[in-house]
Nanobody, 115 residues
Framework: QVQLVESGGGLVQPGGSLRLSCAVS????????MGWYRQAPGKQRELVAT???????NYVDSVKGRFTISRDNAKNTVSLQMNSLKPEDTAVYYC?????????WGQGTQVTVSS
């Protein structure tokens, strides 16, 4: 069973930064495509950023230039560096691992951007 554990969420002022991390159990992490999703209250879960097994990245337009996704295959972790945070970035952020027909999710971590 693959387990994903997110960390790094919290409260930050507009313009601030946070770094989310996701630790993934299992021996084939390097083969997973990884992603970060978020869900704000009353809204559907949306894709924020993805990184393939070959480290090709993709971002939703609203975070381009502000967020950076990265992976460390030696540590089985994926991170999301979030800069210039805005109140509209407030959401629960979820880590996702995808391999073939298999999708795995973490429990989520709250990010709140407020003054």
């Amino acid at each position: 069973q693959v387990q994903l554990v997110e960390s790094g969420g919290g409260l930050v002022q507009p313009g601030g930064s946070l770094r989310l991390s996701c630790a993934v159990s299992g021996s084939i992490f390097s083969r997973y495509a990884m992603g970060w999703y978020r869900q704000a209250p009353g809204k559907q879960r949306e894709l924020v950023a993805t990184i393939t097994s070959s480290s090709i990245t993709n971002y939703v337009d609203s975070v381009k230039g502000r967020f950076t996704i990265s992976r460390d295959n030696a540590k089985n972790t994926v991170s999301l560096q979030m800069n210039s945070l805005k109140p509209e970035d407030t959401a629960v952020y979820y880590c996702n691992a995808h391999f073939g027909v298999y999708y795995y999710w973490g429990q989520g971590t709250q990010v709140t951007v407020s003054s």
